[in-house]
């Protein structure tokens, strides 16, 4: 059987290089879609996922039609996609009485936004081939909110509703839609958090540290697998013990 062909868009970022690799692990074939600006950022990830199934695909998430475009091309150099994983986002914190309109519609932008730009130039696709797998990367300030992130926390919240309601339109086609709702993980975001702030993070986490990029990974790995359609509509936490609910 051909590889299976799986996109994850903030690819090159820390969350979404993790994936790259665990997906390629996996026997897929992968494309990293991020805004293709960054060239050392580029270059530094060939180096990292040399000798892997990896290329990198150039796109803004927050574009419907150059999502559309990226999509085109992928189909015609590396085949229809069957696997995406929605991992690009951003941040620009701030209390709401303090946040001025671009903050929020950059964070939306991109961060929800971009998950209906991919999947909606995907998802038919998938449901015409009779198999797709979409997981969309939350976090778990979209379940508990977050001072200072009110943009963030409604766009992570927002997911898990058009995750939910994206499952039912295609369960029956063979297309799963899942999330994923990371804790704090050793990644660049969080390392930019002061220090003051990071250890009492850490302190409040039961397991009493931050999570690793590559847990993330083998939950989004565990999710597109091809054995894995029993599952959909659901929203996966991996947070160390940070928000626990039933």
């Known amino acids: 059987m051909e590889k299976r062909i799986a996109v994850v868009s903030g690819g090159i970022g820390g969350l979404g290089s993790e ?12 494309i990293a879609l991020d805004l293709g600006a960054r060239e050392q950022r580029i270059a530094e990830f060939a180096q990292l996922t040399q000798g892997h199934d990896i290329r990198f695909e150039a796109a803004d998430v927050g574009d419907f039609d150059d999502c559309g475009a990226a999509v085109e091309r992928i189909a015609g150099r590396d085949g229809g996609i069957d696997i995406l994983v929605n991992a690009a986002g951003i941040t620009r914190d701030g209390s709401l009485r303090k946040m001025d309109k671009r903050a929020w519609d950059e964070v939306l932008n991109v961060n929800l936004d ?3 730009n991919l999947c909606r130039h995907t998802v038919d696709a998938m449901a015409g081939r009779g198999f797709g797998r979409i ?8 379940q508990t909110g977050q001072f200072g992130q009110t943009n963030y926390c409604a766009a992570k919240a927002g997911m898990h509703g058009f995750t939910m309601a994206l499952a039912r339109e295609v369960a029956r086609k063979g297309v799963t839609v899942n999330s994923v709702s990371p804790g704090y993980c050793e990644t660049a975001m969080v390392a930019a958090v002061p220090e003051e702030i990071r250890s009492k993070i850490v302190e409040s ?3 009493g540290r931050l999570g690793k990029p590559s847990e993330i990974a083998r939950t989004v790995e565990f999710l597109t697998a091809d054995d894995a359609g029993f599952i959909t509509g ?3 936490p991996v947070n160390g013990g940070l928000f626990m609910s039933f």
């Open 234 to 236: 659901a929203n996966i």
């Open 205 to 207: 986490v039961p397991v």
């Open 135 to 142: 997981v969309n990367i939350s976090s778990v300030n979209g």
């Open 19 to 30: 994936i790259c690799l665990a997906l390629a692990r996996a026997g897929r074939r992968v």
């Open 114 to 116: 971009g998950v209906f």
